[in-house]
């Protein structure tokens, strides 16, 4: 358990330097957009994180199917965190787009296809935290919650291809299969790095909460070991005390 915190602690670091890189490159090195202005440097934090929600979800639904398949714990876990970093991603998703549209479109939200469908990718990450949370604890929650994440990882592709589905006021996608639209190179760079160095921090954050679930399932278990211990030598001494009193 040693060896790994100096491995953690490089990773956290290289994490630190790549987003005073990320940070240089959006608000100096790279050009002010000519047509959008200043905010459109939002969106060099706004796509990365928008992308990372939709990979959140489908790493939840692998997880859950992986679970209901081996039915090993470990699974389950991977699922958890990547449903509890998913909230997170999801949420900044919704602050960087809204930053963004205000002085665009003049209004913080917008019943635009692509915002909908992206609300309610949130909130079916907050579904299935609230469903771990109150469900009936063992097997029967963590598959009911399998379930859900099975089902809301339908949202990802329907987000993706919103613009395609719908007329709608969002801009086309600038990343990924089937991106629109064009950026210089200083753009292109810009986006990339940012790209890398969000995604390094969301990955720590996984790993992170992986390894808390793990612990936080050893102290259940080392509780019901516990439990039972006690119940046994509950029972006995009563068992003693019975058989003292007929002698």
């Keep these: 358990m040693r060896g790994t915190v100096p491995g953690r602690s490089i990773w956290l670091a290289a994490n630190a330097a790549l987003m005073a ?26 796509v990365p994180i928008a992308i990372i929600s939709l990979v959140a979800v489908v790493l939840v639904a692998i997880g859950s199917v992986t679970y209901l398949v081996t039915n090993r714990a470990r699974w389950d876990w991977f699922a958890h965190a990547s449903a509890e970093t998913g909230v997170l991603v999801g949420a900044l998703t919704l602050i960087t787009g809204s930053i963004w549209a205000r002085p665009i479109w003049n209004v913080w939200w917008t019943w635009d296809a692509k915002l909908t469908t992206t609300l309610i990718l949130w909130f079916i990450f907050v579904g299935y935290l609230m469903l771990r949370a109150y469900a009936p604890a063992g097997g029967q929650g963590a598959r009911l919650a399998a379930i ?46 940012s790209m890398i160095a ?25 509780s019901r070991d516990a439990s039972l211990i006690s119940a046994r030598g509950a029972s006995a001494s ?10």
């Design 148 to 193: 859900v994440g099975i089902i809301g990882a339908i949202d990802a592709p329907i987000i993706y291809f919103a613009a395609d589905l719908w007329r709608t006021a969002h801009p086309g996608r600038i990343a990924g299969p089937g991106a629109e639209g064009s950026m210089t190179s200083e753009m292109g760079w810009t986006l990339l790095v």
């Design 198 to 222: 969000i995604v390094s921090a969301y990955s720590y954050m996984l790993v992170e909460r992986y390894r808390v679930r793990r612990a936080e399932a050893a102290v259940e278990a080392l």
């Design 238 to 247: 009563r068992a003693d005390v019975l058989a003292a009193g007929r002698v």
């Design 21 to 46: 890189i990320t940070l240089w490159m959006i608000f100096i090195w790279v050009p002010t957009e000519a047509n959008l202005g200043v905010i459109q440097r939002a969106l060099y934090f706004h």
